[in-house]
T-cell receptor, first 115, second 111 residues
Framework: GAGVSQSPRYKVAKRGQDVALRCDPI?????LFWYQQALGQGPEFLTYFQNEAQLDKSGLPSDRFFAERPEGSVSTLKIQRTQQEDSAVYLC?????????????FGDGTRLSIL | GDSVTQMEGPVTLSEEAFLTINCTYTATGYPSLFWYVQYPGEGLQLLLK?????DKGSNKGFEATYRKETTSFHLEKGSVQVSDSAVYFC??????????FGDGTTLTVKP
């Protein structure tokens, strides 16, 4: 069956540009997560949705980062006025329900490079 | 806050060698613990999990036991194969699915 799909796989942008990253979770999965993974490190939590509600955005590094999931399915992570330190792999994950014993299913990520 | 500390890599082993990758954690409450694996060119995927103390997770010959007294969840495999070469991440989850990850351990298995 279809897994979590992220697009684009690679994105190159000039500093100061806005970017939008898309995540299609597994159908029926209630919970959706965004993580940022720097080279050689583990994923760092950014934000979490349960259906369309954004329940936790404590990991967003600045107000330039914005995420939405308006219909409780597809989600978009937007970064405004990109800076070089935003360069990373952005991972999306979904799980069936928002309980701590549920594993997360990850997409392949979007590799963002800011020049 | 919650944190996960993993054995530093990279780890290089010969085929059929015994593998241990150490993982210790700090968490409030009673976390669920996970090992994820990332094969070259692929996304993260769940390897095994344990949801309470003394549980043992196992999959594909890998095992890890949830040790509350030592706050550890070490990954082991009795005989590694070349195909096990990957990056392994230990993670915990205490808050409705929000996971905290270690920095990953790169394993290379040579024939």
């Amino acid at each position: 069956g279809a897994g979590v799909s992220q697009s684009p796989r690679y994105k190159v942008a000039k500093r100061g540009q806005d970017v939008a990253l898309r995540c299609d979770p597994i159908s029926g999965h209630v919970s959706l997560f965004w993580y940022q993974q720097a080279l050689g490190q583990g994923p760092e939590f950014l934000t979490y949705f349960q259906n369309e509600a954004q329940l936790d955005k404590s990991g967003l590094p600045s107000d330039r980062f914005f995420a939405e999931r308006p219909e409780g399915s597809v989600s978009t992570l937007k970064i405004q006025r990109t800076q070089q330190e935003d360069s990373a792999v952005y991972l999306c994950a979904s799980s069936l329900a928002g309980r701590s014993n549920q594993p997360q299913h990850f997409g392949d990520g979007t590799r963002l490079s800011i020049l | 806050g919650d944190s996960v500390t993993q054995m530093e890599g990279p780890v290089t082993l010969s085929e059929e060698a015994f593998l241990t990758i150490n993982c210790t954690y700090t968490a409030t409450g009673y976390p669920s613990l996970f090992w994820y694996v990332q094969y070259p060119g692929e996304g993260l995927q769940l390897l095994l999990k344990a949801t309470k103390a003394d549980d043992k997770g196992s999959n594909k010959g890998f095992e890890a036991t949830y040790r509350k007294e030592t706050t550890s969840f070490h990954l082991e495999k009795g005989s590694v194969q070349v195909s096990d070469s990957a990056v392994y991440f230990c993670a915990l989850d205490t808050n409705a699915g929000k996971s905290t990850f270690g920095d990953g351990t790169t394993l290379t298995v040579k024939p």
